[in-house]
Nanobody, 122 residues
Framework: VQLQASGGGVVQSGGSLRLSCASS????????MGWFRQAPGKEREFVAA????????YYTDAVKGRFTISRDNAKNTGYLQLNGLKPEDTAVYYC????????????????WGQGTLVTVSS
C-alpha cells in the first residue's frame, strides 16, 4: 500500500484546511486509516482514525469538535477536515494505514504517507 498525503498549507488562526490521503496498491487490506502529527521538537501524536470496515471513528480530545475524518471508498482516499485551527495545531501531518486494527499507537501502523505541513499563524 502506498499513501500520498496532501492539502497542507498556511492559514490564520480559526481557518480551515482539508488534508487528503490517496492510497494505492493493495488497498483492500486497509482496516483503518489514521492521522498523526508531529510538531518541531515534539513526539508524533495521534489525531484521528477511521475504521474503513465499520465506519467507526476516533479522535484525540484536543481536536474533537474541530476535526473530522472521513473517506471516499470509490477513490480509496481518506480525508481530514481541519476547522477552527489554532497555532498549536501547527505540525507535519501524516496519514497511515493499519491492516488489522484501529489504534492510536503510531508504531502499530503498517504504511505511512510522506507528511504534509500545516502552519497556523496567530
Amino acid at each position: 500500500v502506498q499513501l500520498q498525503a496532501s492539502g497542507g498549507g498556511v492559514v490564520q488562526s480559526g481557518g480551515s484546511l482539508r488534508l487528503s490521503c490517496a492510497s494505492s496498491g493493495s488497498t483492500y487490506s486497509i482496516y483503518a486509516m489514521g492521522w498523526f502529527r508531529q510538531a518541531p521538537g515534539k513526539e508524533r501524536e495521534f489525531v484521528a482514525a477511521d475504521n474503513w470496515k465499520t465506519g467507526n471513528t476516533y479522535y484525540t480530545d484536543a481536536v474533537k469538535g474541530r476535526f473530522t475524518i472521513s473517506r471516499d471508498n470509490a477513490k480509496n482516499t481518506g480525508y481530514l477536515q481541519l476547522n477552527g485551527l489554532k497555532p498549536e495545531d501547527t505540525a507535519v501531518y501524516y496519514c497511515a494505514a493499519d491492516r488489522t486494527a484501529l489504534t492510536s499507537y503510531w508504531r502499530d501502523y503498517d504504511y505511512w504517507g510522506q507528511g504534509t505541513l500545516v502552519t497556523v499563524s496567530s
